[in-house]
């Protein structure tokens, strides 16, 4: 079975500082995975995805992640945080197909001035 | 453009009462999800549906029932809610072609007292 880990639970960063948050997964083949952003009381935005090909995925918001298979890991990194990228981050993978995602537990992030 | 829309916002119910929570997507999107978020435990999934009139358990499917009776429709019942059912729950719906991304609404928060 698929699962993710998200080690950090909450991260604080300052405005204009570089970010990154790690994701780690378990599944036995060439997965699919994802990262999604939550505000408070909203719904999941996808930031980007990753399926297949370059292994350096860009997103939206100035967002990118790297998948690195040696280390069953796709981290999320920004350049420079701003005060509105405040909310609740997920990596997410899938199964074979696509069918269903498996979560991490999420990490939360805020930012100070 | 409402993509997924989830009725209702909140609901407090009484244990032992029923409800069903209405999931309507306007994107002809074969595949519906329903999960539920609680804290520190990520988004896990608790039915799904891979088109009309179909449906199958997730990870957490115990207590709860789903229809899709209608492509545009998902439904989750709740038949005798009990207090471990307090909790967000989000529905996502996603695209025919194994790369394409699930897209969540707005989230239900449903309180069980």
């Known amino acids: 079975a698929q699962s993710v880990t998200q080690p950090d639970i909450h991260i604080t960063v300052s405005e204009g500082a570089s970010l990154e948050l790690r994701c780690n997964y378990s599944?036995?083949?060439?997965?699919?995975l994802f990262w999604y952003v939550q505000s408070p009381g909203q719904g999941l935005q996808l930031l980007l995805k990753?399926?297949?090909?370059?292994?350096l995925v860009q997103g939206i918001k100035g967002f990118e992640a790297e998948f690195k298979r040696s280390q069953s890991s796709f981290n999320l990194r920004k350049p420079s945080v701003h005060w509105s990228d405040a909310a609740e981050y997920f990596c997410?993978?899938?199964?074979?197909?696509?069918?269903?995602?498996?979560f991490g537990t999420g990490t939360r992030l805020t930012i100070i001035p | 453009n409402a993509g997924v829309t989830q009725t209702p916002k909140f609901r407090v119910l009484k244990t032992g009462q029923s409800m069903t929570l209405l999931c309507a997507q306007d994107?002809?999107?074969?595949?519906m999800y329903w999960y539920r978020q609680d804290p520190g435990m990520g988004l896990r999934l608790i039915h799904y549906?891979?088109?009309?009139?179909?449906?199958a358990k997730g990870e957490v499917p115990d207590g709860y029932n789903v229809s899709r009776l209608k492509k545009q429709n998902f439904l989750l019942g709740l038949e005798s809610a009990a207090p471990s059912q307090t909790s967000v729950y989000f529905c996502?719906?996603?695209?025919?072609?194994?790369?394409?991304?699930?897209?969540f609404g707005d989230g239900t928060r449903l309180s069980i007292l």
């Open positions: 549906s891979v088109g009309e009139g179909t449906t």
């Open positions: 994107m002809n999107h074969e595949y």
């Open positions: 599944y036995g083949a060439t997965p699919y």
């Open positions: 990753y399926f297949s090909g370059d292994t």
């Open positions: 997410a993978v899938s199964n074979f197909g696509n069918e269903k995602l498996t």
């Open positions: 996502a719906s996603r695209g025919e072609g194994s790369n394409q991304p699930q897209h």
